[in-house]
């Protein structure tokens, strides 16, 4: 059974699309997590939400919107997607100490 | 912000040797994690250090805290090219538990030669 599940692996698209990436975690955690990794190895924060409520909007930019539809649930939908979007997307989820990570969305854009 | 800067970057050492990394920063944190990551895949949570002087071992790794809670290391011992990956420290922002924010290091790619 795997703990954070997240869709599509891969995903290569070209400028100006829209696309989207679940995820899906069977812990029971009521926090999740956006986080994003760039080409240098580095993790760096970009939504939180805990039991459905938005609790953290690190200075993204609003083509990239959340949305939890519930708290085992945390979507991201992208708008008008840039070459500077190329980065592995994560999905983690947590209780009290340590995050579980899914295996990540690399995303490509062309 | 807090930050958390990893020592060395790059590590490349032949099975068998041991080796140090670090993570320090200027601030205090209520607890540090350490993570392990392999490519094509997620980081996996390794250890939480909460108190101040605290060590823990996992097998042959070796995890410290700092006394004053700003620093914490990672030993290796007899490093295997099992042990080759990414390796990761993290901390909550302040006043936070680990249900908050985490602000991650650099990292530390470490290859193991056999």
């Known amino acids: 059974d795997t703990a954070v599940s997240q869709t599509p692996k891969y995903l290569v698209t070209q400028m100006g699309n829209d696309k989207s990436i679940k995820c899906e975690q069977n812990l029971g955690h009521d926090t999740m997590y956006w986080y994003k990794q760039d080409s240098k190895k580095f993790l760096k924060i970009m939504f939180s939400?805990?039991?459905?409520?938005?609790?953290i909007n690190e200075t993204v930019p609003n083509r990239f919107s959340p949305k939890s539809p519930d708290k085992a649930h945390l979507n991201l939908h992208i708008n008008s997607l840039e070459l500077g979007d190329s980065a592995v997307y994560f999905c983690?989820?947590?209780?009290?100490?340590?995050?579980?990570f899914g295996s990540g969305t690399r995303l490509t854009v062309v | 912000t807090q930050l958390l800067e990893q020592s060395p970057q790059f590590l490349s050492i032949q099975e068998g040797e041991n080796l140090t990394v670090y993570c320090n920063s200027s601030s205090v944190f209520s607890s540090l994690q350490w993570y392990r990551q392999e490519p094509g895949e997620g980081p996996v949570l390794l250890v939480t250090?909460?108190?101040?002087?605290e060590v823990k071992k996992l097998k042959r790794l070796t995890f410290q805290f700092g006394d004053a809670r700003k620093d914490s290391s990672l030993h290796i011992t007899a490093a295997q090219p099992g042990d080759t990956g990414l390796y990761l420290c993290a901390g909550p922002d302040a006043g936070g538990t680990s249900y908050g924010k985490l602000t991650f290091g650099q990292g530390t790619i470490l290859t193991v030669h056999p």
């Open positions: 250090v909460v108190t101040g002087g």
């Open positions: 939400y805990n039991n459905k409520e938005l609790i």
């Open positions: 983690a989820s947590s209780r009290i100490y340590g995050y579980t």
